[in-house]
């Protein structure tokens, strides 16, 4: 069963534009959730998790049980925010991390 | 700190071949993954380990065998590569308390 779901497999904004990815996740327990970042060619980075509830780069990001989403916002896109971002969860046992199929982003000049 | 580093970068096999990829860690963490991206389909993951000498399946386990001998390193083997199997794969390793740290990634091909 999937159980991190980014429905946007494509997503372009204009330059200064508000940006949202979403996230949708499925678990029963308390998950943990992380949105990582894949610049071309790059390895994948951590961008944020939500126990942390921290800004990077200017991107947040509130888990929100009720409609099990974790979507990740900026409030104006950067040409350098373009790249591939995952959302994962982290099952309870720690263990293992699902991960969605991601969302390319593209910021146009 | 060299973090999580793959071996090799690429490399293309022939069918029926077989090959092992390494990944090495220096954080001294206990988990270790072997992932598989591929166009539309994310990240899947093929097997992980929760310390030394330990293994476990994940999602897509079947046609790779891995090992962790050493703490520090996780190694993922293909019996016999399929075209399937073409991909870009990547290592990730954690701690109790952290997200998972990446490795570079290894393209391989299978022709």
């Known amino acids: 069963a999937q159980r991190v779901t980014q429905p946007e497999k494509l997503l372009s904004v204009f330059k200064g534009a508000p940006v949202e990815l979403k996230c949708n996740y499925s678990y029963s327990g308390s998950p943990e959730l992380f949105w990582y970042v894949q610049y071309s060619r790059q390895r994948l980075q951590l961008l944020l998790r939500?126990?942390s509830r921290e800004s990077i780069k200017g991107f947040t990001a509130d888990l929100n049980k009720g409609e099990t989403s974790f979507h990740l916002k900026k409030p104006f896109a950067q040409e350098e925010d373009s790249a591939m971002y995952y959302c994962?969860?982290?099952?309870?046992?720690?263990?293992?991390?699902?991960f969605g199929t991601g969302t390319s982003l593209t910021v146009i000049p | 700190n060299a973090g999580v580093t793959q071996t090799p970068k690429f490399r293309v096999l022939k069918t029926g071949q077989s090959m092992t990829l390494l990944c090495a860690q220096d954080?001294?963490?206990?988990?270790m993954y072997w992932y598989r991206q591929d166009p539309g389909m994310g990240l899947r993951l093929i097997h992980y380990s929760v310390g030394e000498g330990t293994t476990a399946k994940g999602e897509v386990p079947d046609g790779y065998n891995v090992s962790r001998l050493k703490k520090q390193n996780f190694l993922l083997g293909l019996e016999s590569a399929a075209p399937s199997q073409t991909s870009v794969y990547f290592c990730?390793?954690?701690?109790?308390?952290?997200?998972?740290?990446f490795g570079q990634g290894t393209r391989l091909t299978v022709v």
């Open positions: 954080m001294n963490h206990e988990y």
């Open positions: 990730a390793s954690r701690d109790s308390h952290s997200g998972a740290f």
């Open positions: 994962a969860l982290r099952d309870y046992t720690g263990n293992q991390f699902y």
């Open positions: 939500h126990i």
